[in-house]
């Protein structure tokens, strides 16, 4: 099983960036992904996660209506677009495969891939 998290990046408040989540060597339409960062001196936490059927479930307030997900089943891929970045999104982003359903709790994930660091500046 590998996912590898890619696309971040150094931008200025305001601007977007997309993220991607490649993955492999996994029934990849019977798995949620989640999306996880983790700050400078800070927990690891759940930001957003979408689920087998294609809904997104949404950990934290501050990036709703800010954050998008999606998913591709044919290139096994997920997408996390995030608009109007904010300097406090800025951390390392991770994907992480569960079998079936979104979870906000990190250890239940089964398996992760590398991060991808995000930095947003004023």
């Known amino acids: 099983v590998q996912l590898q998290a890619s696309g971040g990046g150094s931008v200025q408040a305001g601007e977007s960036l997309r993220l991607s989540c490649s993955t492999s060597?996994?029934?990849?339409?019977?798995?949620?992904i989640g999306w996880f960062r983790q700050a400078p001196g800070k927990e690891r936490e759940a930001v957003l996660c979408?689920?087998?059927?294609?809904?997104?479930?949404y950990y934290i307030d501050s990036v709703k209506g800010r954050f998008t997900l999606s998913r591709d089943n044919i290139k096994k891929m997920v997408y996390l677009r995030m608009n109007s970045l904010k300097p406090e999104d800025t951390a390392v982003y991770y994907c992480?495969?569960?079998?079936?359903?979104?979870?906000?709790?990190?250890?239940?994930?089964?398996?992760w891939g590398p991060g991808t660091q995000v930095t947003v500046s004023s």
């Open positions: 992480a495969a569960d079998f079936w359903s979104c979870k906000d709790y990190a250890p239940l994930y089964d398996a």
């Open positions: 060597g996994f029934r990849f339409e019977d798995y949620a």
């Open positions: 979408i689920a087998s059927s294609g809904e997104s479930t």
